[in-house]
């Protein structure tokens, strides 16, 4: 039984009513909000007195002395929140609860003179004021600490509240806030019941307070096994405390196992799987924050669609304020999943989304850093280790150089692999360089659909011919990432299917342009047939078993092609293609004896298809191509 001393009814300010309103109806996006503002608020409140008890003896408490406890009643559908914290005097409730956005916690901050190392949550304002989202009524209970008087404060939205001199405050504290939430009753579309549901509660701890730094207790009810009987129960109430506290990435390294890391990342993150690699990072200086940053061991099912969400959590203060913050992960380090806690960030009254500020892009950019320094520490120190996520997620690496018209390739180029010629093993553009004979310029690639097909290409003789290694790009984007590069360490990427492949001598060069000037009219007559095509039909110095190839002039390759043309898009691109000829083959000398236009073209027609064949390119006419063999045979 409350008693009532003295009433006063006040009306919320015009300015507040509107705030009030529009918070109730559009500032929270998830209802479930206001579970996490209340408890963030308790913990502030006992943040307050457990601070002066520091330094005031008279207090009288310790650390573990202090909790929040959560009561549900089904029958009166109601939710209470208790903490023994510091508590409000009538001035303070009518302070920090008649006026919208403002907690006090700011205030007291500046009176006690405490930096930014001083962990005071309820700083964001207006959370309290979640509560109406799911509560008809609203009614606080408190006692300031170190005074014989509570108040009570109470509310129905808008129209205004009341402050009461009471009696009445709380069976478990002297001194503190209780929080009565009067639940709506459901419609149709809202479910408010199931706020009073004991398994709902736990999981909103869990996933929002899990690490708030003081003991969340409710009384749970369990259903136990009568003795003596097989099918019948007990219900048996327990209070028990729902959030773990200290969370994983504020212990100290040195106290935390491989074991406790790799369970913390599969709980959290749901991945059957150990992670592949982790970093636990703490840093202090312009921007503070503590990150848990895991490598998984594989790409999720989804990584590659456009359902996948790139993200962080986002923590201030060990309270979850954002399930994925896109913003703290470039997107070639989109595969990284874990956690940011922060005191620094600048949140909006609703505590729901950041201003994107000045200390979030600070957090971004020393993650990323992080990430590449732990990826460059892989690659170096345990190569088995490197190759299996860049099999996972290299291709994420790849568009990132591909990415922003290629502004993050000095980031990023020393993470690339690629198979080469050299042995057929994965090589860094490092290894490459460093292997490169002195008379040496540029560095080669070839591009086809798998290994086999590009080991098979004749334009490749020639480049192996002088000793030199060629990189081998079996996915569309490693050329086009290459292209944005343009050069590593000064060498130049080159194709070897560049109709401008330069490995002769100025002497051979010389030789090599007077056989084309001698068979001008043959070349000419080939080109006539293949109009439309190719270019231009020469002879080429880089083939030695095969009497053709195809090469293209100027940056687009016959495999960029098509890459691009397979795309859905309605205008298709087209290499300059050059037909090259074999001098010293068997098949050149039968058609430089040929004086028959129209069987020149034929034999024309018959190179460049099996050109295209050899580029794994589907031919035009497939029928034409079997009636010239034919013929020809």
Same mark, same amino acid.
């Given at each position: ?584 083959? #068997? ?34 006419? #497939? ?11």
């Amino acid at each position: 039984m409350k008693e009532v001393y003295f009433m006063e009814t006040k009306a919320f300010q015009a300015e507040s009513k509107k705030l009030l309103d529009m918070m109730i109806h559009s500032i929270y996006t998830h209802k479930e909000i206001f579970l996490r503002e209340l408890i963030s608020n308790a913990s502030d409140a006992i943040d307050k007195l457990y601070f002066r008890s520091l330094t005031d003896d008279s207090v009288g408490l310790n650390k573990e002395d202090f909790f929040i406890r959560l009561e549900l009643n089904k029958t009166q559908r109601t939710i209470t929140i208790t903490d023994n914290g510091i508590g409000m005097t009538e001035e303070e409730l009518e302070k920090n609860l008649g006026t919208i956005a403002n907690s006090g916690s700011l205030q007291f901050k500046t009176e006690n003179k405490l930096g930014d190392e001083q962990q005071i949550i309820g700083q964001f304002g207006v959370g309290f004021y979640s509560a109406f989202m799911v509560a008809k009524r609203v009614t606080v209970y408190s006692r300031a600490f170190g005074t014989e008087q509570a108040h009570l404060w109470q509310s129905e939205g808008v129209e205004g509240y009341t402050i009461t001199e009471t009696g009445d405050f709380s069976d478990l504290t002297k001194h503190g806030t209780k929080i009565v939430l009067e639940l709506m009753d459901d419609a149709d579309e809202e479910n408010y019941s199931e706020f009073l549901e004991d398994y709902r509660i736990q999981y909103l701890v869990k996933r929002y307070s899990d690490y708030i730094r003081f003991p969340i207790q409710m009384e749970v009810s369990h259903r136990k096994l009568k003795e003596g009987s097989e099918d019948e129960y007990d219900l048996e109430v327990t209070l028990e405390t729902l959030n773990s506290q200290v969370p994983l990435w504020r212990k100290n390294k040195n106290e935390i196992s491989d074991e406790e890391y790799q369970n913390f990342y599969q709980e959290k993150f749901n991945d059957y799987l150990s992670p592949m690699s982790w970093k636990h990072v703490h840093n202090e200086g312009t921007v503070t924050y503590d990150a848990l940053l895991y490598i998984p061991a594989k790409a999720p099912f989804n990584y590659y669609t456009r359902e996948y969400e790139k993200g962080l959590q986002l923590y201030s203060n060990g309270v979850l304020i954002m399930e994925k913050c896109g913003d703290l992960l470039p997107d070639y380090y989109s595969f990284v999943k874990g956690l940011v806690d922060s005191e620094d960030l600048s949140l909006n009254i609703s505590r729901e989304m950041l201003q994107h500020d000045r200390q979030l892009k600070l957090i971004a950019k020393s993650i990323e850093k992080t990430i590449h320094s732990e990826l460059t520490r892989m690659l170096k120190n345990d190569r088995d280790k490197y190759e299996k996520f860049f099999d996972a997620f290299g291709m994420q690496i790849k568009y990132g150089v591909c990415s922003d018209y290629g502004m993050h390739k000095d980031d990023l180029s020393d993470l690339l692999l690629f198979y080469s010629s050299h042995e057929d093993k994965l090589v860094t553009l490092n290894e490459y360089v460093e292997r490169m004979p002195e008379d040496q310029k540029e560095i080669y690639y070839a591009s086809g659909s798998s290994l086999a097909q590009i080991k098979a290409l004749p334009q490749t003789e020639a480049v192996l011919a002088k000793g030199y290694e060629i990189l081998y790009f079996t996915v569309p984007v490693d050329e086009f990432a290459v292209k944005n590069m343009i050069s590593f360490k000064d060498k130049e990427f080159k194709s070897v299917t560049a109709s401008d492949l330069d490995l002769n001598s100025e002497e051979e060069k010389k030789a090599l342009e007077e056989k084309n000037q001698e068979n001008k009219t043959l070349f000419e007559t080939m080109q006539k047939a293949l109009e439309g095509k190719v270019q231009r039909v020469a002879l080429s110095s880089r083939l030695k078993t095969y009497p053709v190839c195809l090469t293209s002039e100027g940056d687009l390759t016959l495999e960029m092609e098509k890459t691009l043309n397979a795309m859905p898009t309605d205008s298709k691109v087209q290499a300059r293609l050059v037909l090259e000829l074999n001098p010293e083959h #068997p098949v050149f000398a039968k058609l430089s004896a040929l004086d028959n236009s129209e069987t020149i073209e034929k034999y024309a027609k018959l190179l460049y298809n099996q050109a295209l064949l050899m580029e794994n390119m589907p031919i035009e006419n #497939p029928a034409e191509f079997s009636s010239l063999i034919c013929e020809l045979m």
